[in-house]
C-alpha cells in the first residue's frame, strides 16, 4: 500500500521548510519513510541535502582531520556547535558553516585542491598536508618522549 501523506517540515540542520512526504511504507524497526518531492530519503531531522551534505563531508573529513580543525576553531576563539560533519561554529552569536579546504605549498606558493568558497557567510579552514620523512634515531627519541609522558601519567601521586 502506498498511499502519500504530503506535508512539508522544517529542516534541523538548514532550517527551511521542505517537502516531506509519507510513502505509506515503514521501515523493518517499523520507523515510517519519508521523502522529499524528488524521492529522496528524509534521514531524521535532516532534510536530503543536508544528508547528503553530511555523508559527503564525512566522506572527505576523518577523524584526526577533524580534530585538528575543531581544536584550531576552539583556539580562534569559534565555538563548535556539532563534532559531526558537516561542522559548524559560533562567534558572537552567529553560526557559520565551516568549510574545509586541503592546500599545499608548492614552490612558496599555496595551491588549494578545490576552489574557495565564495559564501562569506562561511569560516574557511585551511588543511597543509605535509610528508615528513625520520630516520631510526628521531624515531627512537619520540618514542622515549612518548615513554616518558605515559609514565608520568601512570605513577601515582606523592605524598
Not at 500500500?1 to 527551511?16: D, F, I, N, P, V
Not at 580562534?76 to 560533519?85: F, I
Request: hydrophobic share 30%; aromatic share 6%; proline share 6%.
Amino acid at each position: 500500500m502506498s498511499e502519500q501523506h504530503q506535508s512539508t517540515r522544517k529542516c534541523g540542520y538548514c532550517l527551511t521548510e521542505r517537502n516531506w512526504t509519507w510513502t505509506g511504507e515503514r521501515l523493518r524497526d517499523g520507523s515510517k519513510i519519508f521523502v522529499d518531492e524528488q524521492k529522496r530519503r528524509w534521514a531524521g531531522k535532516r532534510c536530503p541535502i543536508c544528508e547528503r551534505k553530511r555523508v559527503q563531508a564525512t566522506i572527505e573529513c576523518p577523524i584526526f582531520e577533524k580534530r585538528s580543525v575543531t581544536k584550531a576553531l576552539e583556539e580562534a576563539g569559534y565555538e563548535v556547535r556539532n563534532q559531526t560533519p558537516p561542522l559548524q561554529a559560533c562567534r558572537d552569536g552567529v553560526t557559520y558553516p565551516v568549510v574545509i579546504r586541503h592546500a599545499t605549498l608548492n614552490e612558496g606558493k599555496v595551491e588549494l585542491e578545490s576552489p574557495m568558497p565564495e559564501d562569506e557567510n562561511q569560516v574557511c579552514v585551511l588543511v597543509f598536508q605535509s610528508v615528513r620523512v625520520l630516520p631510526a634515531k628521531q624515531i627512537e627519541n619520540l618514542r622515549l618522549k612518548e615513554a616518558k609522558a605515559s609514565t608520568m601519567i601512570s605513577s601515582p601521586p606523592l605524598v
